[in-house]
Structures are given as C-alpha cells and as structure tokens.
C-alpha cells in the first residue's frame, strides 16, 4: 500500500435538547471502498426528540446512499425533500442538511439546505466559500434554494459545520437575546484554531458544543451539534501485544517498536518484560492511574502507553462498539488507550502468536478471548466504524 501523504479526520460532537433522549440532529459518514472519498452528512430535523431524530435519520441515510452512488447531489437532494413524511401539525416535511463528499485528493462538494453555512479554514484563516444558488422545486414545500460549492482542499484545511443549535444557542438571555449568532460562533472556531494551530477534529467539535451549551446556561435549549472535517498528516500509532511465538524474535520484536516513528503502545505484561529486557527500559506500575475495573498502566521511557493486555484489550473493545468518547486524562487505562487510537490515523498492530496458557481456561470469563481474534475485533471497529487505516502483522 502506498504511503498517506495526506488523511482526512472527520469528527462530530452532539449535545441533545435538554430533557429529550432522543437528538433531533444525526450526523452520518462513510468511506468509500473503491474510489477514495468520504461522503458526510449533517441533518437536523424539524422540532426535537423522535420525530426529529427520524426525519433527520431518513434525510443524512438517504443522502449518503445516494452519494456514495454517485447519484449527483441536485438530483439526490430533490428525492430527499420529496420523500419526507408530511409533519401533521405543520403539513410539511422538513430536515435541513449539510452533504460534504470529499475526495482523498483534496477535492470537496458541499450541497447546504438551511442549516447554518459552512466554514472553510486555510490554517488561522477563514477561506470565502464561492456557492452558486440551486432552486428546487418540491412537493411538499414548493420553491426552495440549495446552495452548491466546490473547492480543492490543501493539507492544513479544515471544513466546520453546526446546526441552528449552536448559531442560536442562547437566545433570550440577557447576553444574547438574538442567540450567539453564526458570525459569533465562527469567529469563536477562529479564536480556537489561532490559538490551538493543531487542535484536531474532535477537540474542535466538542469546544465548539460544549461552548453553545455554556451560553444556554448549561442546559440546551435546542439540539447542539457540531462535524469536523481537517485534512492534515496522518496520524500513526504501533501497538505490540503478546510474545512472539519464537523467542529468537524478541530482539527483532523490540526493535520493530523501538524504530517505528510514531506513537508507541505496549499492550501486555509479558510483551512489556521482552521490551524492557531487549532495550534496557524499566517498567514502572503507575499506581497514580489506578481504577477499580481495570489493571492499571505503566510507564516505560520512549513508549507512549504500556496497559495491561486482554483485559484491557477487551474493554476497548466494548467501549468502541459503544462509541464512547474517551477521556484520556482517565486513570482507566482502557480509555487511555482508546484515546490514543482514536486520536491517530494509522494504527499498525503487531501481535506476538505464542499462546498465552492462562488464557485457555474454560473457567475464565468469556471477554478473555483469544489475543488475535480480540485483536481482528478492534480492526473491524476502528475501520468499519471509525475510518482507521489499519494494518496487521504477527511475529
């Protein structure tokens, strides 16, 4: 495979309408299999709870179905607005929309339907997006205007995209009585990235949410919601687990680590031992980081994470089934070590094959899988769910 010169991140944080469960905002993406491009859309459904969260699910699926089909986004949009269920109390079947299909190439088209525009930022600096007005009529609600743009996006870039929940987050406080406005909030994406050059997509998102819902004094008045594009460097992460099946591989199994430019996680107190071993590093229990669900961490100079291994490799993978957002300053070392994956674009594992014994145990809880099927079962998460590039390798 050829070396990623450049990776998109795409990321989105959500804040529901206070005392609704279900958010009335779905944001959706999927990667292409055969041509290179990520299509995303953002939805916000008329009103809150379920009946928005089913307009807008209806809305961000079809889009995306149809986009990914090369289905061209005019046309697609017009079955979109056609299709919708008629409201009952409003006679009218309504989601805005924000589709981005984006090219690995850098290549981006935006269609844009009443949700607040888009920001493009060339580093510290706001780029003018050029939209050409697209009429549309439709059954439900006659004439309507989509707005169509193109642009070629450079390593560094970024796209931003909210619902009105954040644009009018606030309004009729005493600060804000016309909300915070979407020229407020996109200068407050300006202060964050001028002062933050290398903040990465998901930070972003959630500053962004976590700021609306601030000025709506802490409970959201409306669906707060906030995507994320940042073309930028690939991110790569090597995590090593398990010995190798000959002890005559330790040596090269350190050195693989030790040589790999990028971050650097130990997983296992046996593959830990062989590293310190080979390269003369101590471990060192951190029993700062201690949690009562999960063995705690270690630390090893020149490697970024060392947890315990199917423990804690099975706990990740749960809380990436579940999508959870990870705090990485967490004494839990299961999300520690989700965070560094999902902060990284790259993730190579490297996963020694003898058979650890202890884990043959009939006796033994059922999560203790077999290292390398745990293993194929985080693969298929980051890819399938997250959009990792991920490679496997075993010594």
């Not at 961000?60 to 979109?80: G, N, P, Q, W, Y």
């Not at 090893?300 to 959870?324: F, N, P, Q, W, Y």
């Not at 300053?329 to 299961?334: K, L, P």
């Amino acid at each position: 495979m050829p070396e990623r010169t450049q990776f998109i991140e795409i990321a989105f944080s959500q804040t529901s309408k206070y005392g609704q469960d279900a958010p009335g905002d779905v944001f959706v993406s999927h990667k292409t299999a055969l041509d290179d491009r990520t299509v995303c859309v953002l939805a916000d459904g008329l009103g809150s709870g379920i009946k928005a969260n089913v307009l807008a699910t209806l809305t961000a699926t079809m889009a995306l179905k149809f986009v990914t089909a090369d289905i061209e986004m005019k046309k697609a949009s017009e079955i979109i607005m056609s299709t919708l269920p008629i409201c009952s109390k409003r006679k009218i079947g309504y989601s805005t929309f924000t589709i981005m299909d984006l090219a690995d190439n850098g290549e981006i088209k935006i269609m844009e339907y009443d949700n607040p525009s888009c920001m493009f930022m060339r580093g510290k600096s706001e780029c003018e997006i050029v939209r050409s007005r697209v009429p549309l009529a439709t059954k439900n609600m006659g004439m309507r205007d989509l707005w169509f743009s193109g642009m070629n996006a450079a390593e560094g870039d970024r796209l931003i995209a909210f619902t009105d929940g954040v644009s009018q987050s606030g309004i009729g406080r005493k600060n804000y009585p016309l909300g915070w406005t979407e020229e407020n909030a996109k200068q407050y994406v300006r202060e964050i990235i001028s002062d933050t050059p290398d903040i990465s997509a998901r930070n972003l998102a959630k500053e962004v949410v976590s700021k609306a819902v601030a000025i709506d004094g802490s409970r959201a008045k409306d669906d707060i919601s906030c995507a994320v594009v940042y073309f930028r460097k690939p991110r790569e992460l090597m995590l090593m687990t398990g010995p190798p099946v000959n002890p005559e591989q330790d040596k090269r199994m350190a050195a693989m680590l030790c040589d790999f430019e990028g971050e650097k996680i130990i997983s296992g107190g046996t593959t830990a031992n062989i590293i310190s071993r080979e390269t003369g590093r101590k471990v060192e229990v951190d029993l700062s980081a201690f949690d009562p669900e999960i063995p705690p961490s270690s630390k090893m100079h020149g490697i970024d994470l060392v947890t315990e291994g199917t423990i804690t490799l099975s706990r990740v993978a749960e809380l990436l089934e579940k999508g959870v957002d990870p705090d990485p300053s967490s004494n839990n070392s299961a999300e520690k070590l989700l965070a560094h994956l999902i902060d990284n674009d790259i993730i190579r594992f490297v996963v020694g094959t003898k058979i650890n014994d202890a884990h043959q145990d009939p006796n033994l809880p059922a999560e203790l899988d077999i290292r390398r099927n745990l293993i194929k079962r985080i693969i298929n998460l980051l890819h399938d769910k997250y959009m990792k590039e991920t490679h496997l390798s075993y010594i």
